[in-house]
């Protein structure tokens, strides 16, 4: 959500912000909104003032033996007080108002995001490892996962339609052992906590990190649509974990706080019709380690680099080719004030696949969630930043191993840090389907 005192002091800053993301402008708009409102709580104020003498005048007039005057003025309190209640309903509706307006408004980019329309204006940042050259055609994800009836997306179908998969032995234990192999990284070596959050959350915890209601047609919901106790499945555990700091207010002590989590996800994909058709890329349900922070204005751009710096270490260590890329104004999410993509390379594919994004929000979802922090020494409080990343997705994970790791006969080699989770398998023999 925007600040509005910020936009009611820099509103072509504002407007200038929504250019980059190829908004229109509502600095106007929102102005003229709050314009209103606050001439409404000021005459309010004013009535409310005008009650309090009245209340007080109440008593004095009764001491004086002026029944006639004391009835007077608490018939005038009771004409006020219905004045203010139906000043206090105006007010909400202006706060409606505004809140519909800027709740559908993406976030500036800082000012270090290249423009661009789409994926084309993306930058690459930096490069790690060259592509293997393989003696032999590479074969795609699916293929590999077919052949050895492990990766079964027909039966899925006949359970849940299009984009789902059944995975089974050894590639079901891949799975479970590339998110392992990432939680320990994360909680071991780069501070992350753990956390075993929810996959069904509320109509809020959508809300605060920008879900709704922009993206509604991308959720999935129990329940019927009017269904006041329906919940949504979460489309990254971005959700629950960004929502653990919701009205919340911590000292600037306790932050940066971290927080990872391996979870199922949900996901329409309403706006992907047509692309990625077959295999495990884009689908309804789909694994992942998530990271969020939640830190101070004056720190996020730092931790920024430092958990993006986290999901590329991932890939560094499963020995695969990827890319950094820094996402432009027109590709970045909803969300974002700054995004990194990491890209894998698929020889499969014969192409770069965005594997992990991780996005610097501001207190753009902060102020969704009143989501706070003291600063040492200060009785104010102010909101606080909050980042997430993937770190990562797991089915890509696989997807990526699979195609890098994949030999002439059809097998595939195991990286070295998943071994230990493994037991014992060093080599995926997919031309069988004995697990």
């Known amino acids: 959500m925007h600040d509005v005192k910020w936009i009611r002091d820099n509103p072509d800053a504002f407007d200038a912000g929504l250019a980059k993301r190829g908004v229109a402008p509502h600095a106007a708009d929102v102005l003229k909104i709050d314009e209103e409102r606050r001439a409404l709580i000021s005459e309010l104020q004013d009535?409310?003032?005008?009650?309090?003498?009245?209340?007080?005048?109440?008593?004095k007039a009764k001491g004086q033996g002026d029944d006639a005057g004391a009835q007077a003025l608490i018939d005038e309190v009771a004409k006020l007080k219905s004045v203010i209640q139906d000043g206090e309903d105006r007010q909400r509706q202006f706060d409606e108002r505004i809140e519909a307006v800027l709740s559908g408004l993406p976030n500036i980019p800082l000012d270090d995001v290249p423009l661009g329309e789409d994926e084309d204006g993306n930058v690459e940042v930096?490069?790690?490892?060259?592509?293997?050259?393989?003696?032999?055609?590479?074969?795609?994800?699916?293929d590999l996962g077919e052949a050895s009836g492990l990766m079964d997306f027909e039966t899925a179908a006949k359970?849940?339609?299009?984009?789902?998969?059944?995975?089974?032995?050894?590639?079901?234990?891949?799975?479970?052992?590339?998110?392992?192999?990432?939680?320990?990284?994360?909680?071991?070596?780069f501070?992350?906590?753990?956390?075993?959050?929810?996959?069904?959350?509320?109509?809020?915890?959508?809300?605060?990190?920008?879900?709704?209601p922009k993206f509604v047609d991308d959720q999935f919901k129990t329940g019927a649509p009017d269904d006041e106790d329906a919940h949504w499945l979460i489309p990254t555990a971005e959700v629950p974990l960004t929502n653990l700091a919701r009205e919340a207010i911590h000292s600037e002590e306790e932050l940066p706080l971290r927080f990872t989590a391996f979870t199922q996800c949900f996901r329409k994909e309403a706006g992907?019709?047509?692309?990625?058709?077959?295999?495990?890329?884009?689908?309804?349900?789909?694994?992942?380690?998530?990271?969020?922070?939640?830190?101070?204005?004056?720190?996020?751009?730092?931790?920024?680099?430092?958990?993006?710096?986290?999901?590329?270490e991932v890939l560094k260590r499963l020995e695969l080719p990827f890319r950094t890329m820094v996402l432009c104004t027109g590709d970045m999410g909803f969300g974002a004030r700054k995004t990194y993509d990491l890209e894998v390379w698929l020889p499969g594919q014969d192409a770069y696949r965005e594997i992990s994004s991780c996005s610097q929000c501001g207190d753009f979802q902060a102020r969704r969630m009143a989501a706070r922090y003291r600063p040492t020494g200060e009785k104010s409080t102010r909101f606080t930043h909050t980042l997430n990343g993937s770190g990562l997705a797991v089915g890509r994970a696989m997807v990526a191993v699979l195609e890098n790791y994949q030999q002439a006969d059809g097998s595939v080699a195991i990286p070295d840090v998943l071994k230990p989770f493994m037991g014992g398998i060093e080599t995926l023999e997919l031309g069988a389907s004995d697990a």
Request: glycine fraction near 6%; include cysteine.
């Open 126 to 142: 930096r490069k790690h490892l060259e592509p293997r050259q393989l003696n032999f055609a590479p074969k795609e994800h699916f």
């Open 191 to 212: 501070g992350y906590t753990e956390v075993a959050p929810p996959m069904l959350v509320r109509d809020a915890a959508m809300y605060g990190t920008a879900q709704l």
């Open 47 to 59: 009535v409310q003032s005008r009650r309090n003498d009245a209340s007080k005048a109440i008593g």
């Open 159 to 189: 359970l849940s339609g299009a984009r789902f998969v059944v995975l089974k032995g050894q590639l079901a234990k891949l799975e479970r052992a590339l998110a392992n192999f990432m939680l320990d990284l994360h909680t071991t070596e």
């Open 272 to 312: 992907s019709a047509g692309r990625d058709t077959r295999g495990m890329i884009r689908m309804h349900q789909f694994a992942k380690v998530e990271l969020v922070s939640i830190t101070t204005p004056e720190t996020s751009n730092d931790e920024h680099e430092r958990m993006t710096q986290c999901a590329e």
